[in-house]
């Protein structure tokens, strides 16, 4: 399973871009980059997921470069209610494989 | 219907005591999983279960004993734990077969053992 390196926290405002980037040096040719939030005593909720160049859906986006050693998620215009910690998985997400959280980024938006 | 249901929300159980953590959903996923997470740390995954069989165990204490009676429930028996057990378990689920879908969490059980 790649590792994956995030920072640990951040600081925004609300209605700012962040970019949180997340470094996996060793992906392998199958593995695809998947984002989960978590607030405070819940279950991790799905992001967003992609293999390689840009991903957009609702919430986020996800860019990827070419050598996939390393991905950034974006989330456009943050408000209070996105304080939450972002974790990026690299590897299998399903199917009854192991899925992995790291150690994620902790990211507090304020007014 | 995308939820995973657990209960019971909240447990507080001696060291002494048997108890279960419940988790069931109705997606028709094969793939379930049992995670733990303390405080301000990742979840750890303990077990998984494909097509109701146990095909991950990751070196789990015997204290902790998973079972898997249908498709759509998973549970955790719980017997001797110790406060250190004292964490957020959560359970999830996911289609099983296709390496890279969502997995979806439950809200999960905060357990205290005193």
């Known amino acids: 399973l790649a590792k994956t390196t995030q920072p640990i926290s951040m600081d925004s405002y609300e209605g700012q871009e962040v970019n949180i980037t997340c470094s996996h040096n060793n992906i392998a040719t199958n593995d695809y980059i998947t984002w989960y939030q978590q607030f405070p005593s819940q279950g991790p909720r799905f992001i967003i997921q992609g293999y390689k160049t840009k991903v957009t859906n609702e919430v986020a986006s996800l860019f990827i470069p070419a050598d996939r050693k390393s991905s950034t998620l974006s989330l456009p215009r943050v408000s209070l209610s996105d304080t939450a910690v972002y974790y990026c998985?690299?590897?299998?997400?399903?199917?009854?494989?192991?899925?992995?959280f790291g150690t994620g980024t902790q990211l507090k938006v304020e007014l | 219907d995308t939820e995973v249901t657990q209960t019971p929300k909240h447990l507080v159980m001696g060291m002494t005591n048997k108890k279960s953590l419940k988790c069931e959903q109705h997606?028709?996923?094969?793939?379930m999983y049992w995670y733990k997470q303390k405080a301000k740390k990742p979840p750890e995954l303990m077990f998984v279960y494909s097509y109701e069989k146990l095909s991950i165990n990751e070196s789990v204490p015997s204290r902790f004993s998973p079972e898997c009676p249908n498709s759509s429930l998973l549970n955790l028996h719980l017997h001797a734990l110790q406060p250190e057990d004292s964490a957020l378990y959560l359970c999830a689920s996911s289609q099983e077969g296709i390496m890279n879908t969502e997995a979806f969490f439950g809200q999960g059980t905060r357990l205290t053992v005193v």
């Open positions: 998985l690299v590897g299998p997400t399903g199917g009854g494989n192991k899925l992995t």
């Open positions: 997606m028709g996923h094969r793939a």
